[in-house]
């Protein structure tokens, strides 16, 4: 069956903002599918074969959205789909590029191996040289296998039957964009596009797929009245750099008063003929730390965040298109929220790109939840070898977004502290290590919450879903004498001791609100049954105590001078977790105006001077 290329596929924007060259062709829409439950399909001979069921790509199975919608436990799903290749792609190389595949993968083309990969967070790719040329057939089949027992990174899709808690509606197989990419042999893989605000420059360093002789890479920076900046520089190694500096009469920073965006286009010549060039944008900003305190541009900025987990009724994962995307951040925005946790997801990569547009400040986090409950207390978290790759793979492609201010690789690693190393300690000083070393111009975080392992990591935080306001700010006030509400398991400590960094309460808030259920309004959310409506604590009665109870609790922390932010949970109902601004649907719940009047008001650490708390780090 050859499965012809839609004139309107699902999502079809350029999937990679940073990195855009003129030629590509979109492999959204419809693809031949089969749900393999029992995993046996590769005997059964699904790799050659026709499929027996269609889905609209790139939305997961589980989906509304994919016509599929099944949401059972789907071991292992099939795609396959014919593809002409353009003739006016010869003589160059063919990509085959994946947003996202859940959990492990392998990609045959025309019955070749092309690709295995582990993950469902991080894009891959995979070369199609000598399996499929310019005016060619590319039979594309993708297997892609989740299993629900074993340890891997999963975020927030649950291992049992039905949506219960904070666990949803299952991802398994492709649910971001499928594309393909001509390219030379020689070509630009990747970039990183490091500002540097204290010289007014831009550092850029270009992956470089292949090397031979007489290449050379220039780059053109641009604003609004034309080039900025002109560079040259020989290309004679895989990685060759280049800095671009500003004249002082062009400098503009991004900030999210002034989101501006500098363009800049990437050539690689060859002889002085031009054989791969790439468009791409930078924004000139610095994220710095100063006792404990957090600085952007070397100004203090109270980071008023919430807690954004990315789901969507019809689509799961997946946002529905491009401008749901940008949407939830307008939406978050016009509630007086600067920015946001990007939560136990890694997004698509165009969220960063509206992010970088719209001057929205961003932590970006991984999908870590998956490997709770795999030993006894004491050593019950075991994330794998592959949560260390998946995430290189995500600082790699995401890096360059001035709108991401810091880095989370973990989330509520619930894990008592001992006297024996585990592989908890392992992968946690891997994951942050790895970060400072992909990345060492942003903040990073070892674990938000709970089991903080890395002695003096760069920031340091708590999650507390206190609902009384006077007894939160209880909690909080030890943070002046350098004593924060630490999180415990059961009396416990989880974590090494707070050493003075930058500290923010990272997840509070949750206040229940469903009106539809306000006749069982004695009902709690620590009840055995979160499978319908929950929240935290004891649900308000009315619109009016929801108001209170949140300005009481954001209070605490808009007083507290020694706190960088907060992270409010969180933007939208999500499933049967109801205790969003928004509902799932994205209608507002509350009166945003006014959420947003509270909300902006100054911030104790904004009036306080830069030095301020200096004493307790060590």
């Known amino acids: 069956m050859n499965m012809h290329q839609s004139p309107h596929p699902p999502k079809p924007e350029y999937p990679r903002p940073q990195c855009v060259r003129p030629d590509w062709l979109n492999l959204n829409g419809e693809w031949q599918f089969e749900i393999d439950r029992s995993d046996s399909g590769l005997e059964r001979g699904l790799r050659t074969r026709e499929l027996t069921d269609r889905i609209i790509v790139p939305f997961a199975p589980e989906s509304r959205a994919s016509g599929i919608e099944d949401t059972d436990f789907l071991h292992a799903v099939w795609y396959r789909r014919d593809v002409i290749v353009p003739e006016a792609w010869a003589g160059r190389d063919v990509l085959l590029h994946l947003g996202a595949v859940d959990h492990d993968a392998t990609v045959w083309v025309n019955d070749v191996e092309v690709a295995r990969h582990r993950g469902g967070f991080s894009s891959f790719t995979a070369s199609l040289r000598g399996v499929a040329a310019a005016g060619e057939t590319a039979t594309i089949v993708v297997r892609a296998r989740d299993t629900p027992s074993e340890p891997q990174a999963r975020g927030k899709q649950a291992t049992w039957y039905g949506n219960t808690g904070c666990h949803y509606t299952r991802t398994t197989g492709i649910w971001q964009t499928v594309w393909l990419e001509p390219v030379p042999r020689a070509h630009i893989s990747s970039l990183n596009i490091v500002p540097q605000r204290a010289a007014s420059s831009f550092h850029i360093t270009a992956e470089l797929s292949h090397h031979t002789a007489g290449l050379t890479l220039e780059a053109v920076l641009t604003d609004e009245a034309g080039d900025v900046c002109v560079a040259a520089v020989p290309a004679d190694d895989l990685a060759p750099g280049l800095t671009l500096p500003v004249p002082a009469d062009r400098v503009r920073l991004w900030s999210p008063q002034d989101p501006h965006l500098y363009g800049l286009r990437l050539r690689l010549t060859q002889d002085g003929e031009v054989i791969d060039e790439v468009g791409s944008y930078a924004g000139l900003r610095s994220v710095a730390i100063n006792g404990n305190r957090i600085l952007l541009n070397g100004q203090p900025v109270f980071q008023r965040l919430v807690l954004d987990q990315g789901y969507w009724p019809d689509t799961l994962m997946t946002s529905p298109s491009d401008d749901a995307l940008r949407r939830d951040i307008e939406l978050a925005m016009a509630a007086g929220f600067n920015g946001a946790r990007l939560h136990q997801k890694v997004f698509e990569e165009r969220f960063y790109y509206h992010a970088d547009r719209l001057g929205y400040l961003v932590w970006g986090e991984f999908g870590d939840w998956g490997t709770s409950g795999q030993g006894p207390a ?152 979160r499978a319908d409506s929950w929240g935290y604590g004891q649900r308000v009665k009315s619109i009016e105590a929801w108001h209170e109870r949140f300005e009481g609790l954001t209070r605490v922390l808009l007083d507290n001078p020694d706190m960088f932010g907060y992270c409010y949970t969180q933007l939208t109902d999500t499933f049967q977790e109801e205790n969003g601004l928004y509902d799932f649907d994205r209608k507002p719940k509350f009166d945003i105006d006014r959420i947003r009047a509270f909300q902006t008001t100054e911030a104790a650490y904004e009036r306080a001077g830069e030095d301020r708390g200096t004493a307790f780090r060590s």
């Not at 392992?426 to 392992?453: C, E, F, Q, W």
């Not at 003096?456 to 909080?476: G, N």
Request: charged share 25%; proline share 7%.
């Open 378 to 529: 004491g050593n019950n978290q075991q994330p794998t070898a592959s949560f260390v790759a998946q995430w290189l793979e995500v600082l790699r492609r995401d890096r360059s977004h001035p709108s991401i201010i810091g880095w989370c690789p973990l989330n509520e690693t619930h894990q008592l502290l001992h006297d024996r190393l585990t592989q908890l300690d392992d992968v946690t000083l891997a994951m942050y290590l790895a970060t400072k070393a992909a990345d060492p111009s942003r903040p990073v975080v070892d674990a938000s919450g709970y089991a903080h392992r890395v002695r003096d990591a760069d920031v340091y935080d708590s999650h507390s879903y206190e609902q009384d306001p006077e007894a939160f700010r209880r909690e909080q006030s030890g943070l002046r004498d350098g004593r924060p509400y630490l999180n415990e398991l059961d009396g416990v400590a989880m974590s090494y001791s707070y050493a003075g960094q930058p500290f923010f309460v990272s997840e509070y808030g949750g206040i229940w609100w469903n009106p539809q259920r306000l006749g069982d309004d004695q009902q709690s959310a620590d009840a055995p049954d």
